[in-house]
């Protein structure tokens, strides 16, 4: 019987795969990466711990050229410096401060300003001989107003609760000269417009216990010149302003006109704010 003629054999065709397991080739000339040193620190944070200016200013001196390390220029975005390295700020040496933080329940008659003459004094009579470092009140309070005021070197902590964008709570006790309607009351919880800007209110109420011309006030407002504004909006004078709660810190066993250190926990609370 007559073989059937077939067809050319089909060949298989093998695909080598390449092997993933290879590693990236290392580009030449290029750098290994420098192991951390124990307490190096970023040179932005270096400055801004000497007390001259914020990280945000000091990456402006940095990309400028007016930052030196060891007598070299520095532009580098998060240059490290090291124990023992000399940085030159605009012709300066700095010596980084310990961060301090000083809470002090401010009595009347003293202000934060230091240009209103000679008849009040400047709260930083206060807190003299609690650090040696060069400190400053976050925020600002008039001669009239008590309570917490925080005094600090950390001048990024300055600018953080300064800023309109801050979260933090405050709690006011104000004494107004007649007692709070109550609708007014209601008007001041639903929030208002002052000087074409929201304000908005965390909380209002009439303190227990007391005239309802004691009033308790909750805002993230870091100007007290709008407490005093809220309630002028509606006819009321303001008698007295007593801060009672600044960002979770209370006045619990700091009498007035006295201050203290703050604890390592609160000092956390606050940066977490």
Same mark, same amino acid.
């Given at each position: 019987?007559?073989?059937?003629?077939?067809?050319?054999?089909?060949?298989?065709?093998?695909?080598?795969?390449?092997?993933?397991?290879?590693?990236?080739?290392?580009?030449?000339?290029?750098?290994?990466?420098?192991?951390?040193?124990?307490?190096?620190?970023?040179?932005?944070?270096?400055?801004?711990?000497?007390?001259?200016?914020?990280?945000?200013?000091?990456?402006?001196?940095?990309?400028?050229?007016?930052?030196?390390?060891?007598?070299?220029?520095?532009?580098?975005?998060?240059?490290?410096?090291?124990?023992?390295?000399?940085?030159?700020?605009?012709?300066?040496?700095?010596?980084?401060?310990?961060?301090?933080?000083?809470?002090?329940?401010?009595?009347?008659?003293?202000?934060?300003?230091?240009?209103?003459?000679?008849?009040?004094?400047?709260?930083?009579?206060?807190?003299?001989?609690?650090?040696?470092?060069?400190?400053?009140?976050?925020?600002?309070?008039?001669?009239?107003?008590?309570?917490?005021?925080?005094?600090?070197?950390?001048?990024?902590?300055?600018?953080?609760?300064?800023?309109?964008?801050?979260?933090?709570?405050?709690?006011?006790?104000?004494?107004?000269?007649?007692?709070?309607?109550? /609708?007014?009351?209601? %008007?001041?919880?639903? $929030? *208002?417009? @002052?000087?074409?800007?929201? #304000?908005? +209110?965390?909380?209002?109420?009439?303190? /227990?216990?007391?005239? %309802?011309?004691?009033? $308790? *006030?909750? @805002?993230?407002?870091?100007? #007290?010149? +709008?407490?005093?504004?809220?309630?002028?909006?509606?006819?009321?004078?303001?008698?007295?302003?007593?801060?009672?709660?600044?960002?979770?810190?209370?006045?619990?066993?700091?009498?007035?006109?006295?201050?203290?250190?703050?604890?390592?926990?609160?000092?956390?609370?606050?940066?977490?704010?």
């Amino acid at each position: 019987m007559q073989k059937r003629a077939q067809g050319p054999k089909k060949v298989k065709t093998i695909v080598k795969v390449a092997d993933t397991t290879d590693k990236v080739e290392k580009k030449p000339n290029q750098a290994p990466k420098r192991p951390k040193v124990k307490d190096e620190i970023r040179l932005n944070k270096y400055i801004s711990n000497s007390g001259v200016c914020s990280r945000r200013d000091a990456d402006i001196y940095i990309q400028s050229g007016n930052v030196k390390v060891n007598g070299i220029p520095v532009v580098e975005m998060g240059y490290m410096v090291k124990p023992g390295d000399v940085v030159n700020f605009d012709g300066a040496v700095l010596t980084p401060e310990k961060k301090e933080y000083i809470l002090l329940n401010k009595p009347k008659n003293f202000t934060t300003a230091l240009d209103e003459g000679q008849e009040f004094r400047n709260v930083l009579e206060l807190v003299k001989g609690s650090t040696t470092a060069k400190i400053g009140a976050v925020g600002r309070m008039d001669k009239n107003t008590t309570g917490l005021l925080l005094f600090t070197n950390d001048t990024d902590m300055i600018r953080k609760f300064t800023l309109p964008t801050n979260k933090s709570s405050k709690i006011y006790q104000v004494s107004l000269d007649k007692n709070l309607k109550f /609708e007014d009351l209601e %008007k001041i919880q639903k $929030g *208002l417009v @002052l000087d074409g800007h929201r #304000v908005f +209110v965390e909380d209002v109420s009439y303190i /227990e216990g007391e005239a %309802k011309s004691e009033i $308790g *006030l909750k @805002l993230r407002s870091a100007n #007290v010149k +709008v407490v005093r504004s809220i309630f002028e909006n509606f006819g009321y004078d303001v008698l007295r302003i007593d801060r009672v709660a600044f960002a979770g810190l209370t006045k619990k066993n700091l009498p007035r006109g006295n201050w203290r250190h703050l604890t390592e926990q609160e000092i956390i609370n606050l940066k977490n704010v």
